[in-house]
């Protein structure tokens, strides 16, 4: 009984040190950043991971169109809204929100889900608050590694998803209640 406790410890022991060193790992190949504004009556967070280009086709390649995609690497990415906001033309009240998207050539869906704190392949629709499409370009530098920032617009401001030669634009405004 006792050498099958010390097996079971030392298994226990290695997958914990290989669940540490892969995280390292995934964190380091794409690692954590925020992104803030509290501007023009809008204050939002993210919380994402940054994928590299690496010599890849992203989108329409590495990032199909058409497919939900974690916006970000590793965990989900997460949106914080302090205040009730308009995104895209439409309501969404304030709160912690897991960040989606479906990438198309044109347009992307933005799509806000309930559910967060999962690994960021764990998308379950059916938790979906709201999905809005937003316009995407074609940029004239490529962005080696995604990132997000923020762009002040008249009255709020464009959250800028951007990677490779593309650029997503999601507006954001206060919403007066």
């Given at each position: 009984m006792k050498r099958?406790?010390?097996?079971?410890?030392?298994?226990?022991?290695v997958l914990l040190a290989a669940f540490i060193g892969l995280r390292a790992w995934t964190k380091s190949k794409s690692p954590a950043a925020t992104a803030e504004i509290n501007q023009n009556g809008v204050s939002v967070k993210v919380e994402y991971s940054q994928p590299s280009k690496r010599g890849r086709d992203i989108f329409g390649e590495l990032v199909p169109y058409g497919q939900v995609w974690r916006t970000g690497a590793n965990e989900a990415t997460t949106i914080e809204f302090d205040q009730n906001v308009i995104v895209a033309g439409q309501p969404l009240d304030e709160g912690k929100y897991s960040?989606?998207?479906?990438?198309g050539e044109e347009n992307w869906i933005v799509i806000?889900?309930?559910?967060?704190g999962q690994w960021g392949t764990n998308y379950d629709q059916t938790e979906d608050v709201l999905r809005v499409p937003v316009v995407s370009r074609k940029r004239s530098s490529v962005a080696e590694q995604f990132f997000i920032s923020f762009s002040p617009r008249e009255g709020g401001t464009d959250m800028l998803l951007t990677w490779d030669e593309t650029e997503a634009v999601?507006?954001?405004?206060p919403r007066n209640q």
């Open positions: 099958i406790l010390i097996i079971t410890g030392i298994v226990l022991v960040l989606w998207t479906i990438p806000f889900n309930r559910e967060t999601v507006p954001i405004l």
